[in-house]
Every structure is written in C-alpha cells, then in structure tokens.
C-alpha cells in the first residue's frame, strides 16, 4: 500500500522509470509488466506516467492478497453508492435482528457510534463464509450467528486427504441454502448472496468472484423489487 501512494508521487515515478530504463533490454516498443501497485486514487494517471515514460505500454500484474486494485475497486464503489444518497455504516458490525414471523423487522450493529436499530422493508445477507466470519464453526457444528439461518453442512466427510483435490474439500461449500429469489427458508423480505451461500466451491470451480457480484447484484434487485412492490409482502 504505502509502495502504491509513493508511485503517485512524480519525483518517485522518476526513479523508477530510471531503474527500469536501467535494465530493460535495448530498443523500444513491448509491454513493461509490473505488480499491481501503481497508485490507489490516481492509478490511471500513473499508469499512463509510467508508460509514457518508458515509451511502452504497462501492465499491472495481479499479486496475492492484499490486494491495490480490490482497494481502488472498494473505494470506487463507496463513493458510488455515497453519491446514490446511501448511508455507510463504516467499522460496525451487525450484532442482533428481530424476526416477525416471516419478516426481518429490524437489524442492530455496534460500532464507533455505539448500538443503532436500522429498520428497513428489506434486507441483504452479505457477511460472507467461514473465512469472513459470516459463519461460525465449532467442531462439525456450522451456524449463521446473524439470524440462525438453517446451513447446509456436509453429512459425510469434511475434508479430503488429499491438499488439492480437483473436486475440492466438502466443507467449502457449506453455507446457506437459498429458494430462486436468494430467501432462506422461512423468509420473506431476506435475501442472501455471496460466500454465505451453500453449494458451490469459489477454489476448485475458480467461481469466488463471479458468484459474489452476480449473487449480489441478483439480491439487491430482489430487495429492491420487493420494496417498490413487486410481491405481496
């Protein structure tokens, strides 16, 4: 991160066009390719520094977690759903809900403002797996600590012996189970996405990311259909 905020820096993108130009082999044209770290804020302005700079295109090379661009991504979409008059609850967690009958009614979180009661006509699960703590394990026992909801866990083998097994391990696709609308059983104004989800493995299919923007986008216009009316509530 802080190698990303450096290279926004002209006198530091300097030095290192200097660097490259030290070692890349003699005449022009090809592609430089670099760690994904060129900027945060202002990453196509460096970009388009560094390739000028160096008389060739740049590319950004994705590196293991943490990732810059995740970080432009996340920045990217809180600044679009701020200007959409969206409030953010930045640093609370969702501790306690209420449920009449079919219906979530209201959701408590703690955080740096203390206890608040966000009351809502719907609402969206997206508080991730086991990895996320969006469920919690103990022993073979797996729960949805939020709302309790019913997981579907494995009735056989948690795990293979195998480190890498191409059908991946059971215990990965634990998670909520969902109707067609992304409602879990019971459930009328609730609806789930993203790695709380039963029933697919985001390792072994490579599907982590596709899942989580599909799912979410599919739950968000549920809730929003849901809100204008589109169902009896």
Avoid: K
């Avoid at 005449?27 to 994904?36: F, N």
């Avoid at 302005?45 to 000028?52: F, Q, S």
């Avoid at 990217?76 to 501790?95: E, H, K, M, S, W």
């Avoid at 009661?117 to 703590?133: P, Q, R």
């Amino acid at each position: 991160m802080a190698l990303a905020r450096q290279l926004e820096d002209e006198a530091y993108r300097r030095q290192v066009i200097e660097r490259v130009e030290a070692v890349r082999p003699q005449g022009r044209g090809g592609a430089a390719l670099l760690p994904a770290v060129l900027g945060l804020s202002g990453a196509a302005a460096v970009r388009r520094a560094l390739a000028e700079g160096l008389g060739m295109r740049v590319v950004e090379v994705l590196l293991p977690p943490p990732s810059v661009p995740g970080l432009r991504l996340a920045d990217a979409l809180r600044r679009a759903v701020q200007q959409a008059g969206v409030d953010l609850a930045i640093g609370a967690r969702a501790v306690e809900a209420r449920r009449e009958g079919g219906r979530v009614r209201h959701v408590v979180t703690r955080g740096p403002g203390g206890r608040i009661t966000y009351e809502a006509e719907a609402y969206v699960l997206a508080t991730g797996g086991l990895m996320g703590n969006g469920l919690t394990a103990e022993g073979r026992s797996v729960r949805e600590p939020l709302f309790d909801l019913p997981v579907s866990a494995p009735d056989g083998e948690w795990a293979d012996p195998r480190f890498l097994p191409a059908e991946g391990h059971p215990f990965v696709r634990v998670g909520v189970a969902v109707d067609g609308r992304l409602r879990p059983p019971g459930y009328t104004n609730l609806f789930v996405c993203g790695r709380a989800l039963a029933g697919y493995d985001p390792y072994a299919e490579g599907s982590g990311g596709g899942v989580a923007v599909a799912t979410g986008g599919a739950a968000g216009r549920e809730a929003a259909r849901l809100v204008a009316g589109g169902e009896p509530r």
